[in-house]
């Protein structure tokens, strides 16, 4: 007997039962005399969302108990206001410990169709539904004949009452349709054996009939699977456990019903249309806390400066008169001709001269735009990071008209490779600071500048450069550069009498010059679009960086928003590799993601060898030398023309993105043909680079992604755990003994594996209450120099996410807290769920995550409810009071209030502002306040142990490990010497503070 006929056999005894007390004909009077019921088929399917129908659950056959529902009425009101459009009450009393009871509690609290979940198979079981008040009833097709099915089916419809008609598999869909049911279930669990498949609604939505409701069932835990099921076609989502179980009901249905109106909302607008801070499921902000305030500030600013006319007139007279727009779009017909000869395609290219440019490139349109949001905003500092120098100068170019200060952060490597623009910056006045850390190529400015930013966000504004980082910068860069596309438009109608080109080409970096010249052509259908990547040797080679090519990137966060990624399979970020400055980047923005997914752009990559290639051709054919990076999209043009030829062109118009100049690629290109000599060898890759210390794999781990199997890797069952908090304890104890705990960081790895260990379990013997063990991450926006050293031996000891449990227990066995410090992509590219899971079982206490808003944690949120472990926010001194309050609704253990604004490290002294954020944080809701970031002193300690809950050190603990260099390991015996003291040091302070 399978579990659907046990759960179906113990529904009709119990029916028998309840019979004996009250007949048939007694609930059909009931049932005929009841209000009438509400139309629920109107709830189920919006256009501007996808309904939840929100259930009353305190058990499932697979899970066993999940949660304690004492007044399912107060549960289901928590729904009702989160947004829920349906309540659903499970009435099986044997296995979900469910009761008609509920119901009635529901039904009359609620204002909103609820629905009764059982295992009916009688005419007793519909009447009784509706004498309780039922708007909606199950049926499930797999417990039913196809008799009985539709005779139910029209005995429900008859008492006014919506049926959802829950399928598993395509036969049953086929007779569901066929009895004519018009709300339709596709249940991802199988209720003959309990499995879970999420993906089984991907395969059996398609070809149901438009006029029929489809709702997605089981598997649902969060956002994440509502977004999955609504860009499948799912018009509702049933939500059980998801919900039943989370710590804030309210905002767990908020969460999914704003999952569903993202979704909707990108089906919606026009594809040229769309805002931030989501394309699909890419973008958000992946930032620290200290950082919402200035982001919060320039999209407010930019949305009164976009409807203002005074702004754009200043903006585009200043692009005619300053900057030299409209740029050309110049015709290239001997080029076309060697296209035409090489393909086969009678192509009549066109290229838009962005290199006719003030400054000579594209940059200068979205450098120009934020330059005068800074006025607007009253900045006076700028800083911005830049790969092949042309953001740069453009950045420094504005500042000098504008006359703001200016500080342009530069890869080394990029920085000796692109000199001249490193000179022409200079020249205008900008501090250029060469990055040594990490491989000092873009991403590694781009981490700096954050850094920077971090610190002095009060009086400066970060030019971000291209469409990525955290929202507003992917939509507000695009739509300074949206001009290219505007202008090329425009021009091939009236100078050249054409009506649409049938391709646009353009290089893929970031992305901002692709998207500027794409954007005005998303929308029409007969234009194909192409980006290209750098392609460096090729996919295979591992030197490259291609992001979109099977094998190549994965989805990740990064640098403040989630795209695809070239990482490894522990979530560190890969080197990367091009003769291109410009395209070497591991990320790209996360509009050019959800084109990618959504099948629009069509991209590719050209190899450096093809890069150069085309590069002499245009040279050569037109007298115009453009730069390495729009050679990708030159070298790209004779792909696209294979592409149209093969899909059936024999004739085409192509516009070909020429984004740069090539003055500043002379020296390599030179070097690269043979023209120039030096020591360097002819078709030098680039200049050495440090080896990568992780391996060059892209796969997802030894282990699958679990979120939405019934168990996780080691066995155990998902459901909700009960296990007190282990931080809220010991805050609780120490507030009964009148001290403040104290927290103590130091990196897993380092200064090697079983030293760290020993490190651990030293810091705890010594005074340390709770230990916040970092993860080592390649590319850390919060940590300090001496955090960052310490991490960087630690991964270039091959550290992995997947023995930090060892950690854990190392703590947690030493009579320590543990607590885990991660920047967000190690945890989500380890799989939330996995994670959450393996932490709870090391004895894992809470996580702190810098780079992890609330508005960006329903995830985890999610996965620690389930688990029970503390989730630890952070605040900064320029947080909102806003902020505060919705950093300390979200927060469990502790919030992590940050000392001062900045990166870690040791600071002489400490100001007033970290006691004033404990007072604000307080009055907003948090119960335990902890002081971090900058402590470094017992007197310090002392200072903020008596006014904080809490006390976190990590530079001055980590530093006791680090030799005098402060870049290697100092010796084993004597760090461990200096750690033990410096523990002993910093407890007799902190504990000591209020005695």
């Known amino acids: 007997m399978s579990v659907l006929d046990e759960l179906v056999a113990g529904a009709l005894e119990d029916q028998r039962t309840r019979e004996r007390s009250v007949s048939l004909e007694d609930v059909k009077r009931a049932a005929l005399a009841a209000p009438a019921p509400i139309d629920a088929m109107r709830w189920l399917k919006r256009a501007d969302g996808i309904p939840v129908i929100a259930e009353i659950k305190r058990a499932s056959p697979s899970k066993g108990h999940l949660s304690d529902i004492p007044d399912p009425a107060a549960l289901a009101l928590e729904y009702e206001k989160g947004g829920a459009s349906a309540i659903s009450v499970l009435t099986e009393g044997r296995r979900f410990l469910g009761s008609l009871d509920d119901f009635d509690k529901v039904r009359a609290a609620v204002h909103i169709p609820v629905l009764r979940k059982d295992f009916i198979v009688t005419d007793y079981q519909i009447y009784e539904a509706r004498a309780h008040g039922a708007d909606l009833v199950l049926l499930i097709v797999a417990a039913l004949d196809d008799a009985t099915l539709r005779h139910l089916l029209e005995l429900s419809h008859e008492l006014g009452m919506t049926v959802l008609v829950e399928t598993h598999t395509r036969e049953e869909i086929d007779r569901a349709i066929a009895v004519g049911a018009r709300v339709i279930g596709i249940n991802a669990r199988n209720l003959k054996d309990l499995k879970v498949d999420v993906n089984k609604y991907n395969e059996l939505a398609a070809n149901l009939p438009d006029d029929v409701i489809r709702v997605a069932e089981s598997g649902v835990f969060g956002a994440v699977e509502v977004e999955d099921y609504g860009r499948a076609g799912a018009d509702a989502v049933l939500v059980g456990e998801g919900v039943a179980t989370a710590d804030d009901h309210e905002l767990a249905v908020e969460r999914l019903v704003k999952a569903g109106a ?51 007139k200043e903006f585009m007279t200043l692009q005619q008169r300053y900057v030299g727009r409209p740029s050309p779009l110049t015709e290239a017909p001997r080029f076309s001709a060697l296209v035409r000869e090489k393909t086969g395609l009678d192509a009549r290219i066109f290229l838009k001269r962005e290199d006719l440019n003030h400054t000579g490139a594209h940059k200068i349109n979205n450098a120009l735009g934020q330059a005068l949001l800074v006025k607007r905003m009253g900045k006076t500092r700028v800083i911005a990071e830049t790969g092949a120098g042309q953001h740069g100068v453009a950045t420094a170019t504005v500042c000098a008209m504008l006359g703001l200060k200016c500080r342009i952060y530069m890869g080394q490597i990029d920085a000796r490779r692109q000199a001249l623009n490193v000179a022409r910056m200079r020249m205008l006045g900008a501090e250029v600071v060469e990055v040594t850390l990490g491989d000092r190529i873009l991403k590694d400015a781009i981490n700096e500048a954050l850094r920077d930013w971090v610190t002095n966000v009060k009086d400066t504004h970060y030019l971000l450069g291209t469409v990525a980082g955290p929202h507003p910068f992917p939509e507000m860069v ?71 090519a099977p094998g190549t990137g994965q989805l990740g966060m990064f640098q403040g928003a989630k795209s695809y990624l070239l990482e490894t399979d522990e979530g560190q970020t890969l080197d990367t590799y091009s003769i291109s400055a410009g395209l070497d980047y591991a990320s790209v923005g996360p509009e050019h993601s959800w084109l990618k997914d959504i099948g629009r752009v069509n991209y590719s990559w050209a190899t450096d060898e093809e890069a150069m290639n085309a590069f002499r051709d245009l040279s050569q054919t037109e007298g115009i030398i453009p730069a390495i990076e729009s050679s990708h999209a030159v070298a790209g043009a004779y792909k696209a023309a294979a592409d149209l030829k093969a899909k059936g062109y024999d004739k085409a118009v192509m516009i070909i993105n020429i984004s740069g100049r090539g003055d500043k690629d002379m020296a390599t290109a030179g070097k690269w043909f043979g023209y120039l000599t030096d020591d360097q060898p002819r078709r030098s890759r680039s200049p050495e680079r440090t080896a990568t210390p992780w391996p060059e794999t892209r796969g997802r781990g030894d282990f699958p992604i679990m979120t939405n199997a019934a168990t996780t ?52 013997e010594h005074g340390v209450d709770a230990v916040e063990i970092g993860l080592p991450y390649s590319d850390p926006v919060m940590d300090g120099p001496v955090i960052q050293a310490a991490s960087s031996i630690a991964l270039n000891n091959g550290e992995t996410i997947r023995r930090v449990f060892e950690a854990v227990e190392t703590v947690a066995n030493a009579g320590g807290v543990p607590l885990v410090m991660s920047y967000w992509n190690l945890i989500y590219h380890y799989g939330v769920e996995r994670f959450a899971t393996d932490f709870e079982n090391a004895g894992g206490a809470g996580l702190i995550t810098p780079d992890l808003i609330p508005d960006e944690a329903g995830e985890w949120i999610e996965a620690s409810d389930r688990h ?40 002489a002294q400490l100001d007033a502002s970290p006691e004033l954020l404990v007072e604000r944080t307080r009055k907003a809701g948090a119960t335990n306040v902890c002081v971090g970031i900058g402590v470094s002193t017992a007197e310090q300690g002392a200072k903020v142990g008596s006014y904080a809950d809490g006390v976190i050190v990590g530079s001055a603990l980590v530093h006791t490990l680090l030799a005098d260099d402060n870049r290697t390991a100092r010796d084993k015996a004597e760090g461990l010497r200096l750690l033990a003291a410096k523990s002993e040091e910093l407890a007799e302070g902190i504990h000591g503070a209020r005695s």
């Not at 049938?502 to 794409?518: E, L, R």
């Not at 605040?875 to 009071?881: A, E, F, H």
Request: with cysteine; proline share 7%.
């Open 713 to 764: 890797p080691s066995g155990q069952p998902l459901g909700i755990s009960h296990k007190p908090s282990q931080t809220e304890a010991l805050f609780t104890r120490f507030k009964a003994e009148n001290k403040p705990a104290f927290i103590g960081y130091l990196p897993y790895g380092f200064p090697d594996p079983d030293t760290s260990l020993e490190a651990l379990r030293t810091m705890v």
């Open 262 to 312: 993202r979704v909707k909302a990108s089906e919606t607008t026009p594809l040229s249309e769309h805002h931030g801070p989501y394309w699909g499921q890419f973008g958000g902000r992946y930032v620290p806390e200290a950082l919402i305030t200035a982001l919060d500030e320039l999209e407010r600013v930019y949305d009164e400066a976009k409807a203002d006319p005074e702004f754009h």
């Open 868 to 907: 029970g472990l503390d989730r630890i926010f952070l605040v900064s001194p320029d947080s909102s009071t806003e902020r505060l309050e919705i950093v300390s609704r979200n927060a469990r253990g502790f919030v992590y209030a940050a000392a001062r604004m900045g990166v870690t490290g040791e600071r």
């Open 478 to 548: 695009r739509d300074f550069q949206k001009i290219i596309g505007e202008e090329a438009k425009q021009q091939l109608q009236d100078w050249y009498g054409i009506d649409h080109p049938d391709a646009v080409c353009a290089c893929v970096g970031g992305g901002s010059n692709a998207i500027g010249v794409m954007n005005a052509f998303l929308d029409d259908e007969r234009v194909n679009l192409y980006g290209y990547e750098a392609g460096g040797n090729g996919p295979e080679s591992g030197r490259h960086a291609i992001r979109f």
